[in-house]
């Protein structure tokens, strides 16, 4: 059950991460949309003699580094779509359309950062692992009561019947049976009872050891995710601020161009930022469906 749920916690990871790459490829394109209307407006006013040719150059050289980056962005979401593909077990050939949008994708997680507390779901001692552990804590238990048992006499009762006439009736044949009871015991084994019984205590102490030691392991795991989630929810809270005050930046930095009171150099240098302001809004909401994600996993949601 554990191997279960890590599978479909690495699926919501391939998920997202191709979604990711995906929309990061459509934020380099309109980017690019952007960096040619600056090309057609600076030649349009050099053509008035409002600037030089270099304006429409310099816009010339970022469209050209801004499509370099999208190549490379280009092939990392095709390979991060071929990765969930796989995982999904789906041949590479497969039509995959991912239509969710980061922005308004529903979080996986069961357990946010207020009801984890109190849900019976977000508890991690129905982890599958933890399960295990304890499983075989009673699997060790039940052993020290064996081996105690062993030292106990045994006591034994059988029965025969045996009939040999030519038809069924007892009245006409001739038959025997028997009863028995036996008891079996040795006191005298050369303390090797003992031995086994100290030697399933021992293995029980140690089944009860690892366990402790898994529970605890779990517990570190649960207030990383929850301190990851936190930051990551932070994360995404000033990552949108961000993109918002870089769109407010460009349309300032183009109307000042337009009016001829800011060189080309400023509006590139706004619209760069303001694409990486989207890319880094984009990483920032990828990485809060993973962190609720993550925080699943260290409760064991996924695993039932």
């Avoid at 006439?165 to 009245?171: E, K, M, N, P, R």
């Avoid at 025997?176 to 040795?186: A, H, P, R």
């Avoid at 517990?219 to 961000?242: D, F, P, T, W, Y």
Wanted: charged share 20%; aromatic share 6%; with cysteine.
């Amino acid at each position: 059950r554990r191997a279960a749920g890590a599978t479909r916690f690495f699926t919501v990871q391939a998920y997202t991460g191709a979604l990711l790459a995906e929309r990061q490829v459509e934020a380099l394109d309109a980017a690019l949309e952007a960096v040619g209307s600056h090309v057609t407006q600076a030649e349009a006013m050099h053509e008035q003699g409002l600037v030089t040719g270099l304006d429409a150059r310099m816009a010339r050289l970022k469209a050209s580094e801004i499509q370099v980056h999208r190549l490379s962005a280009s092939a990392q979401a095709r390979n991060a779509l071929s990765g969930l593909k796989a995982l999904l077990n789906l041949p590479d050939a497969t039509d995959l359309i991912l239509s969710d949008e980061l922005s308004t994708l529903t979080s996986p997680s069961a357990c946010s950062l207020t009801d984890a507390e109190d849900s019976s779901d977000c508890s991690w001692d129905r982890r599958g692992d933890l399960a295990a552990y304890s499983a075989g804590v009673e699997a060790a238990s039940k052993g020290v009561k064996k081996a105690w048992a062993s030292q106990l006499p045994a006591l034994a009762a059988f029965g025969a019947v045996g009939h040999y006439a030519q038809d069924a009736s007892f009245s006409n044949g001739s038959g025997d049976w028997t009863v028995g009871i036996g008891l079996s015991w040795n006191p005298f084994n050369g303390l090797a009872g003992i031995g086994a019984v100290r030697a399933a205590r021992a293995e029980e102490a140690a089944v009860k050891a690892e366990r402790d030691a898994a529970y605890l392991q779990a517990e570190v795991e649960v207030l990383k995710a929850r301190r990851m989630l936190e930051a990551a929810q932070e994360g995404a809270e000033v990552a949108s601020g961000a993109a918002a005050e870089a769109r407010v930046a460009l349309e300032q930095a183009q109307a000042r161009y337009a009016s001829g009171t800011a060189p080309i150099t400023e509006l590139l240098d706004v619209q760069a930022a303001s694409t990486n302001a989207t890319l880094s809004e984009l990483s920032a909401r990828r990485d809060l469906l993973l962190a609720h994600a993550a925080l699943d996993l260290a409760y064991g949601v996924f695993d039932r």
